[in-house]
C-alpha cells in the first residue's frame, strides 16, 4: 500500500541531514520528489577570482545543465565570492572566472525567494575587503539584477560590496514587491547620492539587518522620508553611532530589537517603542546596559524577554548583587516575563518571585 504524498512529505520534513534525504529518495517515486525538493530547497555555491576545479558554482552549473528540473527545486540560493589570501599579478577582479556560469545559473532558477551575495571575510592591508558592483561582469549583473527585481523575492543579503551611492543600491531592489527582509553589511559607496525624495520606496520589509562597522554607513540613507521602514518589526543594528540607532528604532515598529553595543548604551522611554516584546544585546559590559534598559523601560512598555551576552565583571558590586537587583526592579515593568543573561562559561539557574520566572546565565 502506497503512503499518502502528504504523509510521505511530512516524514521527510523531519530528516534533517542530507545522507539520509539522499538514500529516502531512492526509496519509491513518492519519496524522490519530496526529497529532492528537500535537498535543493537551499544551496550554497563559491566563485573564485581565478579558474578552479574546486568552484561549486562552475559544479552546480554542470549538474542544471545536465538535469534542468532540479533549477524550480532552488529556492534559496547563497554565493560566496573567494578571495586568495595573496594578491597574484593581474588576477582579474572577483568572479570573473565564473561569471558566465554563474549568470547561466541565475537564468536556471527561476524560482528563488532568497538569494545571498557575500564577499568572504578575507582582509586585505587590516581592511575588509569589497567587491565592486559596477566591475562585475554585465552578464552576471543583468543575471541578478533580474534577480533582485523580481516579484517572487522575499529576501536579500549583500556583504562586502563597493557599490557607487545609496540610491544605486535602492534601485536593485525598487521593484520587488514582496521582498520582506533585507540585510546590509559591510557596503562602501564611492558617492553619497540618496535615494529621491520625489520617488517612493515602499517594500514591504518585515525583518532589516544592518551593519555599518568597517564600511560607509546605510543607516542615515534609510532615514529617506520616501523609504518605508514602519512594517518592520524585527531590526538588528551593529553601529556606533548612537543617534542612528535612535532614529532606526523610531522610524520602524520593531517587535523585536538585537543590538551590538560598543560603549554604554543610552536610552529613553522612546527607545522602546510601543511594539517592543524582545530586546538581544550584546555588550562588553552586561551590568551596564541590563541596569540602563531597567531605568529607562516604561512601566507600560510591553516588553516580554531581554535576552543579553557579553562579559560581567566578576569583582563588579553590581554583579554581586545582581539578584537582587532584578527582584527588585521586575515588578515594575509588567509585562516582563523573562531575563536571561548569558556568558562563557555559562551556568543557568532559574528566580522566582512568585509570579514569574527569570532565566539568568552567568559564570560559576
Known amino acids: 500500500m502506497e503512503l499518502p504524498q502528504e504523509l510521505v512529505d511530512a516524514i521527510l520534513y523531519h530528516i534533517g541531514d542530507l545522507s539520509s534525504l539522499k538514500s529516502c529518495s531512492l526509496v519509491a517515486t513518492t519519496f524522490a520528489y519530496s526529497a529532492r525538493r528537500q535537498i535543493f530547497e537551499k544551496i550554497e555555491i563559491s566563485a573564485f577570482p581565478l579558474p578552479s576545479s574546486n568552484s561549486t558554482g562552475r559544479k552546480f552549473y554542470e549538474l542544471l545543465s545536465s538535469s534542468p528540473h532540479i533549477a524550480p527545486l532552488v529556492k534559496d540560493l547563497r554565493i560566496v565570492l573567494i578571495q586568495p589570501n595573496k594578491l597574484v599579478e593581474n588576477t582579474p577582479p572577483s568572479h570573473e572566472a565564473d561569471s558566465r556560469e554563474l549568470s547561466l545559473v541565475l537564468c536556471y532558477l527561476i524560482n528563488l525567494t532568497r538569494i545571498s551575495l557575500l564577499q568572504n571575510g578575507s582582509k586585505l592591508g587590516g581592511k575588509f575587503r569589497s567587491t565592486k558592483w559596477d566591475s562585475m561582469e554585465d552578464d552576471l549583473k543583468t543575471a541578478l539584477v533580474r534577480v533582485f527585481s523580481s516579484s517572487r523575492l522575499e529576501a536579500v543579503h549583500l556583504r ?163 539578584n537582587a537587583t532584578i527582584e527588585a526592579t521586575v515588578d515594575r515593568l509588567c509585562a516582563l516575563r523573562t531575563i536571561e543573561i548569558r556568558t562563557i562559561p555559562e551556568h543557568a539557574i532559574l528566580l522566582h518571585n512568585g509570579r514569574r520566572w527569570f532565566k539568568l546565565r552567568y559564570p560559576r
Open 160 to 322: 562586502g560590496f563597493s557599490i557607487e551611492s545609496p540610491r544605486q543600491l535602492l534601485s536593485l531592489f525598487s521593484q520587488a514587491v514582496s521582498l520582506k527582509e533585507m540585510a546590509l553589511s559591510r557596503l562602501y559607496f564611492t558617492q553619497y547620492e540618496p535615494w529621491p525624495e520625489s520617488q517612493p520606496w515602499r517594500p514591504q520589509l518585515r525583518t532589516l539587518l544592518v551593519n555599518d562597522n568597517y564600511s560607509s554607513a546605510c543607516c542615515p540613507y534609510l532615514m529617506n522620508p520616501q523609504i518605508c521602514l514602519e512594517h518592520v518589526s524585527t531590526l538588528t543594528l551593529v553601529t556606533t553611532s548612537v543617534e542612528l540607532r535612535h532614529k532606526m528604532i523610531q522610524a520602524t515598529g520593531v517587535e523585536s530589537l538585537h543590538l551590538t553595543v560598543y560603549d554604554r548604551i543610552e536610552c529613553t522611554p522612546d527607545t522602546f517603542g510601543a511594539n517592543l516584546r524582545f530586546i538581544h544585546s550584546w555588550s562588553g559590559e552586561i551590568l551596564d546596559i541590563l541596569g540602563t534598559i531597567f531605568e529607562t523601560c516604561p512601566p507600560n512598555s510591553p516588553l516580554e524577554h531581554i535576552l543579553i551576552d557579553g562579559r560581567i565583571d566578576l569583582q563588579s558590586r553590581n554583579y554581586r548583587n545582581i
